[in-house]
């Protein structure tokens, strides 16, 4: 059994961390190229060659799987919120830049070949049809984060080929226990501002890796790569370090917590 970081990652992925690399993602694309979540921004993450372009996910009101960070669309006069809207309705919106709002597909099609995905759950509900829509497009690697355990819990249960991670913010702890982010992460996105060596320590010795956001400064990046992160995401991608040595991502297959996590 691999002893790796992140052993339980799409295989594209846990090859880089295996190779003493680490993991770089475009927040929603290059939203200083064209607003975020749009197929502009993650076109130019792709064409930047990062690892994996972050994007945002909601569902319409007729089950489209639609791409935005907030849930309401800005609009003349009042503001559009998803949910209640129908893709067509959602389709004549401006979003800057004459951008349209896209479809989870569309943007697998962009980042195919080029970029992995980590989808971030804005909505409750999505893991099956994000599931129906990886493999009807036979589209990897493919990531999804956030906040809606029960979202990822049955990914992890009936589509184990996408990765998983655990979204950690200050407040987590009062939502839910360690000890399930310890059983089923494959790996756990964290604010910047809440990560110490004690923090991946803890995460590294069950083999998840530890993913930072959202990073724009180069020194904080360098600062967090050195105190042993997997992965920086970023507004900035194009202002990531490089590193000259690759970091040594072995751990100690003791401490490893090997085999299919529990899903109580």
């Given at each position: 059994?691999?002893?790796?970081?992140?052993y339980?990652?799409?295989?594209?992925?846990r090859?880089?961390?295996?190779?003493?690399?680490?993991?770089?993602?475009a927040?929603?694309?290059?939203?200083?190229?064209?607003?975020?979540?749009?197929?502009s921004?993650i076109?130019?993450?792709?064409?930047?060659?990062?690892?994996?372009?972050?994007i945002?996910l909601?569902?319409?009101?007729?089950?489209?799987?639609?791409?935005?960070?907030?849930?309401?669309?800005?609009?003349?006069?009042?503001?559009?919120?998803?949910?209640t809207?129908?893709?067509h309705?959602?389709?004549?919106l401006?979003?800057g830049?004459?951008?349209?709002?896209?479809?989870l597909?569309?943007?697998?099609?962009i980042?195919?070949?080029?970029?992995a995905?980590?989808i971030?759950?804005?909505a409750?509900?999505l893991?099956?049809?994000?599931?129906?829509?990886?493999?009807?497009?036979?589209?990897?690697?493919?990531i999804?984060c956030?906040?809606?355990?029960?979202?990822?819990?049955?990914?992890?249960?009936?589509?184990?080929?996408?990765?998983?991670?655990?979204?950690?913010?200050?407040?987590?702890?009062?939502r839910?226990?360690?000890?399930?982010?310890d059983?089923?992460?494959?790996?756990?996105?964290?604010?910047?501002?809440?990560?110490?060596r004690?923090?991946?320590?803890?995460?590294?010795?069950?083999?998840?890796?530890?993913l930072a956001?959202?990073?724009?400064?180069?020194?904080?990046?360098?600062?967090?790569?050195?105190?042993?992160?997997?992965?920086?995401?970023?507004?900035?991608?194009?202002?990531?370090p490089?590193?000259a040595?690759?970091?040594?991502?072995?751990?100690?297959?003791d401490l490893?917590?090997?085999?299919?996590?529990?899903?109580?």
């Amino acid at each position: 059994m691999d002893a790796h970081v992140g052993y339980r990652l799409p295989p594209a992925l846990r090859g880089r961390l295996r190779a003493g690399q680490w993991l770089r993602t475009a927040h929603r694309g290059l939203p200083y190229v064209a607003p975020g979540n749009t197929a502009s921004a993650i076109a130019a993450a792709a064409d930047l060659g990062v690892d994996v372009i972050e994007i945002d996910l909601h569902a319409t009101a007729d089950g489209r799987l639609v791409l935005w960070h907030d849930e309401e669309i800005p609009a003349p006069g009042q503001a559009v919120t998803i949910a209640t809207a129908t893709l067509h309705k959602l389709r004549q919106l401006d979003l800057g830049q004459g951008e349209r709002i896209i479809e989870l597909a569309d943007a697998m099609a962009i980042a195919r070949d080029r970029a992995a995905l980590m989808i971030d759950l804005k909505a409750n509900g999505l893991a099956r049809p994000i599931a129906e829509t990886a493999r009807r497009l036979d589209f990897a690697p493919l990531i999804v984060c956030g906040h809606f355990w029960g979202s990822m819990r049955w990914l992890r249960r009936h589509v184990p080929e996408i990765g998983i991670s655990f979204t950690l913010d200050r407040p987590w702890r009062r939502r839910i226990g360690q000890a399930l982010i310890d059983r089923s992460a494959d790996a756990v996105t964290v604010n910047r501002r809440m990560i110490d060596r004690a923090l991946i320590s803890h995460y590294h010795n069950r083999g998840i890796a530890v993913l930072a956001w959202t990073v724009d400064d180069p020194a904080e990046m360098q600062r967090l790569l050195d105190l042993g992160v997997d992965g920086l995401t970023s507004n900035r991608p194009d202002l990531f370090p490089t590193l000259a040595t690759p970091r040594a991502q072995l751990i100690d297959p003791d401490l490893v917590r090997l085999g299919a996590p529990a899903l109580d």
